[in-house]
């Protein structure tokens, strides 16, 4: 079955990069996701990218897609205390369930 | 508006009861999950439904029920077998195989 994974907790000064990562299991997904998730609140989707890419830019936002590694990153630049939230990765394939990552805690120090 | 919605936000349990966590949604979306939330955890999914009048047991369906009798509709009932039920609960909905649109959860205590 699909499995994905994150590590649980980054820390990062604020103004310094950030840096999120996470692997996955099947190679057939289509699309992978990044969402971020505030206290208390639902997941909100920041970004997402098709498979068939490599890399995608939103502002502060960058995605990098490995597919041979089945590995995927968030980077975003110039961290600021209100991206302190816990970002999750999830992957899914047209018309199939989206599965989720553990998430990461994401923590900037002022 | 567009969106999803859960109700109530926070809901209060006593031990023995079923209680019933309401999902609506008006995004014409097919497909609906329900995910439980634990401290520090990730996403587990209970139930998902691809399309009205069907619905398949995720990774942590035990003690849990639910139904979809309308596309916009899918109700998760936390039955008195679940034992340890309190958990935060986040329903999604979304285009089958395409991105996941959250509602803002459910925060379910026994007392």
């Known amino acids: 079955g699909e499995d994905v994974e994150q590590s649980l907790f980054l820390s990062v000064r604020e103004g310094d990069s950030s840096v999120i990562n996470c692997t996955y299991t099947?190679?057939?997904?289509?699309?992978l996701y990044w969402y971020k998730q505030e206290p208390g609140a639902g997941l909100q989707l920041l970004t997402y990218i098709f498979s068939n890419m490599d890399m995608k830019q939103d502002q502060r936002l960058t995605v990098l897609l490995n597919k041979k590694d089945k590995h995927l990153s968030l980077r975003i630049a110039d961290t600021q205390t209100g991206d302190s939230a816990i970002y999750f990765c999830?992957?899914?394939?047209?018309?199939?369930?989206?599965?989720f990552g553990t998430g990461t805690k994401l923590q900037v120090i002022p | 508006d567009g969106g999803i919605t859960q109700s109530p936000k926070y809901l209060f349990r006593k031990e023995g009861q079923n209680v019933t966590l309401s999902c609506e949604q008006n995004l014409n979306h097919d497909a609906m999950y329900w995910y439980r939330q634990d401290p520090g955890q990730g996403l587990r999914l209970i139930y998902y439904s691809q399309i009205v009048n069907d619905f398949q047991k995720g990774d942590i369906a035990e003690g849990y029920s639910v139904s979809r009798e309308k596309k916009e509709s899918f109700p998760l009932t936390v039955t008195s077998a679940q034992k340890n039920p309190t958990a935060f609960y986040l329903c999604?909905?979304?285009?089958?195989?395409?991105?996941?649109?959250f509602g803002q959860g459910t925060r379910l205590t026994v007392v």
């Open positions: 999604a909905s979304s285009i089958r195989g395409s991105e996941a649109f």
């Open positions: 999830a992957e899914s394939m047209s018309y199939q369930k989206v599965t």
């Open positions: 099947d190679s057939s997904s289509t699309y």
